[in-house]
């Protein structure tokens, strides 16, 4: 039961996150990489954008994600912990994925694809926001990422 509180909060101080940095060009700009590929060409060839964003290295934010997690899960195991890895682990992975699974139906598909407050001033056209290619790309590489997560998490719960 523990388990499902902690992922309920995670999920909504996540969702959150993603509304606090949202909802004006400046702070859009700063998930550009994010953006379906039909965004992002719109964005390149209007110069008003020019200059304000960048495009991130898949590898290095996997890993600085990798790291966030790995930091932030640890605290919400502790109050789970166990003496058995597995036990330990599968928590873990449930937060983990739990949020992952929370993050691509609900922020990804259902939220950031519908509102308004993800959208360019100047590409307001719902329909380039539509392709979840990106979105269901993030979700598998965060499959890997809350695994081994809840790996090295477990097992340091299990040490401690």
């Not at 859009?28 to 994010?34: E, F, H, I």
């Not at 110069?47 to 997690?69: C, D, I, P, S, W």
């Not at 926001?129 to 809840?150: D, S, T, W």
Request: charged share 20%; aromatic share 18%; net charge positive.
């Amino acid at each position: 039961m523990v388990t499902i509180v902690e992922t309920i909060i995670l999920c909504i101080v996540f969702f959150l996150l993603c509304y606090l940095g949202t909802g004006t060009d400046e702070k859009n700009l700063k998930s550009y990489s994010s953006y379906p590929n039909e965004v992002q060409s719109r964005v390149n060839e209007i110069a008003y954008y020019q200059g304000h964003f960048k495009e991130n290295n898949k590898a290095a934010a996997f890993a600085a994600n990798f790291v966030l997690f790995l930091v932030l899960l640890y605290p919400f195991g502790l109050f789970i912990r166990e003496k058995d890895f597995w036990h330990n682990f599968l928590a873990l992975s449930i937060m983990g994925q739990g949020l992952n699974f929370f993050d691509l139906f609900v922020i990804d598909l259902l939220w950031w694809r519908n509102t308004k407050r993800i959208r360019f001033t100047k590409i307001p056209e719902k329909e380039y926001y539509q392709n979840p290619r990106k979105h269901i790309e993030a979700f598998g590489r965060a499959l890997i990422m809350y695994l081994l997560v809840a790996l090295i998490d477990g097992f340091l719960l299990t040490l401690f």
